[in-house]
């Protein structure tokens, strides 16, 4: 049984360069999320994919951040110029979806991506 | 104003005493889910239990429990005959049957729980 799988687990960068994340989600699953977290918070929703489609973005996603899951399969997050305040963990969760909206939607969570941007 | 309320953000417990987890919660829509995760060091978050609104039992898996005060919108955690391997921070989290915005999980700022030997 292999759960979600995110990499790199770790990544440092300079401020103004580009930083893409990947993310595997359980195989079967459907729906794809992108959370962030920073120190001392809970994580915050970024967007979510069912299938290939974006269907939501949260307004903390500014222009400079960019998700795709071409095949419906994989997810990547790019950041652009990244920034400082981009520094935070990026928690990549999947769930598998049938039907109509649930509230009892479990979201399986990867080990996340932690940006740190000097 | 903040959906979810975690006022405890850390707790040391003593190894084999129960634990209880603080969480409030604010929504106006009568279909809602509560969820639970513990997330270690290592980063990963484990979902650990969920409550329904309409869920007529309190929820119960293994060690874990929650008391789901409905009225008080309330959903502790309690975690039974704590072990050094329940240190971890514990967030409280939950889903709308409306949504209005995010179809994620809505999550509070979490409590770090130190479990001393």
């Known amino acids: 049984d292999t759960g979600v799988s995110q990499n790199p687990r770790h990544k440092i960068t300079k401020r103004g360069q580009n930083v893409t994340f990947r993310c595997d989600p359980i195989s079967e699953h459907n729906r794809l999320y992108w959370y962030r ?4 918070q809970g994580p915050e929703f970024l967007t ?21 899951r ?7 997050l790019e950041i652009q110029r990244t920034e400082q305040g981009d520094s935070a963990m990026y928690l990549c969760a999947s769930s598998r979806r049938q039907g109509a909206r649930t509230v009892n939607e479990k979201l399986f ?3 996340g991506t932690q940006l740190s941007v000097l | 104003a903040q959906k979810i309320t975690q006022t405890q ?3 040391f417990v003593q190894e084999k005493e129960a634990v209880t987890l603080d969480c409030t919660y604010d929504t106006s829509d009568p279909s809602y889910g509560l969820f639970w995760y513990k997330q270690p060091s290592s980063g990963e978050m484990i979902f650990l239990i969920y409550q329904g609104s309409y869920d007529q039992q309190n929820a119960t898996e293994g060690r874990y429990s929650l008391n789901f005060q409905k009225a008080r919108k309330s959903a502790n955690l309690v975690i039974s005959a704590s072990q050094l391997g329940d240190s971890a921070m514990y967030f409280c989290a939950m889903r709308e049957r409306s949504g209005g915005g995010a179809d994620g999980l809505t999550f509070g700022k979490g409590t770090h729980l130190i479990i001393q030997p």
């Not at chain 1, 973005?57 to 998700?67: E, G, Q």
């Open chain 1, 109 to 111: 969570f990867g080990s």
């Open chain 2, 9 to 11: 953000p850390g707790m």
């Open chain 1, 48 to 68: 979510y994919f069912q299938n290939e489609a974006q269907l939501e973005k949260s307004r903390l996603l500014s222009d400079r951040f960019s998700a795709e």
């Open chain 1, 37 to 40: 977290q920073t120190l001392g």
């Open chain 1, 70 to 76: 071409p095949k419906g399969s994989f997810s990547t």
